[in-house]
């Protein structure tokens, strides 16, 4: 199973980006597919999520109206349009996937999770 993310770079406070994560190895059909990152010196924390197979989505109260996640038509890629962005988003982003299992009270706990990407650093200016 891997999972490759793509799409971060340097951009101006206010500015947009859209994240990808193209997941292979297995069907991810029902799984839940989400966004966590880590800004430097802090732990990961969780972003949003597209609960399986795309049914619900779920945010971190600071990327609520901001942030929009959703799914490809085959459910095996996920996006993170990230809009109104400011320094406090700029971290290493991760996109992260689970079997199909994950339940709802569990989507924002990132040990729930059990296919990581590599991440993709989001850095944004003032």
């Known amino acids: 199973v891997q999972l490759q993310a793509s799409g971060g770079g340097l951009v101006q406070a206010g500015g947009s980006l859209r994240l990808s994560c193209a997941a292979s190895?297995?069907?991810?059909?029902?799984?839940?597919m989400g966004w966590f990152r880590q800004a430097p010196g802090k732990e990961r924390e969780f972003v949003a999520t597209?609960?399986?197979?795309?049914?619900?989505?779920f945010y971190a109260d600071s990327v609520k109206g901001r942030f929009t996640i959703s799914r490809g038509n085959a459910k095996n890629t996920v996006f993170l349009q990230m809009g109104r962005l400011n320094p406090d988003d700029t971290a290493v982003y991760y996109c992260a996937a689970d079997q199909g299992r994950l339940i709802l009270s569990a989507t924002r706990e990132p040990t729930a999770y059990d296919f990581w990407g590599q991440g993709t650093l989001v850095t944004v200016s003032s």
């Open positions: 597209s609960w399986r197979g795309g049914g619900s989505a």
């Open positions: 190895g297995r069907s991810f059909r029902r799984s839940t």
